[in-house]
């Protein structure tokens, strides 16, 4: 089973802008639930941006609503999270998971992928916002 590989973390000032890519998400033509997930230190991991391939709108955590977007490449089987007004309170290690899911489409989608049990998570990079 390939893992995925997230790429293009780094150190930026607050309202900065990062793109972070994730490759090899996807390894067939069924419908998946991907997206990107957080963990600062000492917190715990949360869902940032999520997408159901299937079909219905991202999810975003409210935290990053009107700064983050989440991008699919199907051609390149490559996620990206654009980072844009970036804030320290931003600083993490940032994962790409995804994981082949059957789901009715619905408004909520992508929401119910921010709660799906992930098994295929990548190795993580790291996002540091600071002055």
């Known amino acids: 089973q390939v893992q995925p590989v997230e790429s293009g973390g780094g150190s930026v000032q607050p309202g900065g802008s990062l793109r972070l890519s994730c490759s090899g998400s996807?390894?067939?033509?069924?419908?998946?639930?991907m997206g990107w997930f957080r963990q600062a230190s000492g917190k715990q991991r949360e869902a940032v941006a999520m997408?159901?391939?299937?079909?219905?709108?991202?999810h975003y955590a409210d935290s990053v609503k009107g700064r983050f977007t989440i991008l699919l490449d199907s051609d390149k089987n490559a996620l990206y999270l654009q980072m844009n007004r970036l804030k320290p309170e931003d600083t993490a290690m940032y994962y790409c998971a995804a994981d082949s899911v059957t789901l009715s489409v619905s408004a909520n989608t992508g929401r119910r992928c921010s709660t799906w049990p992930f098994d295929r998570w990548g190795q993580g990079t790291q996002v540091t916002v600071s002055s």
């Open positions: 996807r390894y067939d033509d069924s419908s998946y639930c």
């Open positions: 997408i159901y391939t299937g079909g219905g709108p991202p």
